[in-house]
């Protein structure tokens, strides 16, 4: 019964939700029409940053019957604490301040066909093609979720993906040598609508979780998290053995809760701290997906990388929180990273990024008219 939960979960982590169900690119006059990059389509060099989620998501959620639930560790509890820096501290909920503190990952992944190109600078560039793959709304759906206008995202991106030598292709002198395919928008917790009727399978759950671990921290984190999973079920199910017939239990309450391999991990460093909360809260996400452009028109589609960020969610807006967001992923995308980048940033929330150039601009108030001076006579 636990080897179907786990095999569930496993097809999970070595999938990613992203290529499901991508649409059509329409043609340029460069390249033949792109296909849809989704499910159907298997590269050559598919790895676990290509595979789609939807058919391992569909094999978790049906593994969760009753009487073989996979409890989610303890030290994932769906909600999340308000995260303050040793030195920085406000009274004020984020929903209230003018330039709230924002919690910002980025994680970058290559595959072997990536390593196997020239590095990209901006003395070496590549020239790319965009596609929006579009908005979507995962896990829960949150009331009134605006975004930000899909062109101002696409300038943003095309601003930021330039600062690592990534430039908007100009045919013929500069064909596209890189479609770049992102999509974005909320990825939430699946919560009970009624907690005394429960209706979402522990896997479900689990597969909630791990979905948004890969987006906060990469296949390497989300990996982590489901071996922490596992071994959790290992200690309840050694928890609920007895020395004998009526007697104490082997693992008490309270040892079992210090003893939880997640919250060991969390204890073990501020890093693993902040990822499993963010994985545990709502959060906005932007990805991007680099393949090689000529491969995009055939049914062995080459993923060279893969760029993830998210952003706490609570008591902001994707308006706000985007921008800053996509701009500070600029380093990073085209690169190989082993560990996620946590960033903390303000965004200004009375103000508009100037997509132009990096400066943030305060909105037009106009000035009080100050006193007359005195008629002449």
């Known amino acids: 019964m636990r080897s179907s939960r786990v095999r569930a979960l496993l097809l999970l982590v070595t999938s990613n939700w992203l290529c499901a169900g991508e649409p059509p690119v329409a043609p340029t006059a460069t390249a033949a029409p792109l296909q849809p990059l989704g499910a159907a389509s298997t590269p050559a060099n598919s790895s676990a940053l290509q595979q789609p989620l939807s ?121 596209p040598s890189i479609l770049v395919i992102y999509t974005w928008g909320t990825h939430n917790l699946l919560v009970e609508p009624d907690p005394e009727n429960p209706s979402l399978s522990a896997s479900a759950v689990a597969a909630n979780l791990l979905d948004r671990a890969s987006l906060v921290g990469g296949a390497k984190f989300a990996a982590k998290l489901l071996e922490l999973f596992q071994r959790a079920d290992d200690l309840t199910t050694a928890a609920g053995g007895t020395v004998a017939p009526g007697g104490e239990a082997v693992i008490g309450p309270d040892q079992l809760a210090f003893m939880n391999p997640v919250e060991m991990f969390k204890r073990a460093d501020p890093k693993n701290e902040f990822m499993v909360d963010q994985t545990a809260a709502d959060v906005y996400y932007v990805v991007a997906s680099a393949y090689d452009y000529q491969s995009a028109a055939t049914n062995r589609k080459i993923l060279l990388w893969r760029t993830r960020m998210t952003v706490a969610s609570s008591g902001i807006s994707q308006e706000q929180s985007l921008p800053t967001l996509v701009l500070s992923a600029g380093p990073y995308f085209g690169r190989d990273m082993p560990d996620p980048e946590i960033i903390y940033k303000r965004t200004m929330r009375e103000g508009t990024v100037e997509l132009g150039t990096p400066t943030v601009i305060e909105s037009a108030v106009p000035t009080p008219p100050g006193p007359k001076p005195p008629e002449k006579r």
Do not use: C
């Open 55 to 175: 058919t391992a998501a569909a094999s978790a959620a049906s593994a969760g019957k009753p009487g073989s639930p996979l409890p989610t560790p303890p030290g994932l509890a769906p909600k999340k604490a308000e995260k303050q820096s040793d030195w920085v501290f406000s009274i004020l909920p984020k929903s209230l301040q003018k330039n709230p503190r924002l919690e910002l990952t980025v994680i970058s992944e290559m595959t072997e066909a990536g390593k196997k190109r020239p590095p990209v600078t901006p003395d070496a560039p590549a020239y790319i093609e965009l596609f929006s793959g579009g908005y979507r709304q995962l896990g829960d759906r949150a009331g009134n979720a605006k975004t930000v206008p899909p062109a101002d995202l696409e300038r943003l991106l095309k601003r930021s993906l330039h600062e690592n030598g990534f430039l908007p292709a100009q045919p013929p002198a500069q064909p």
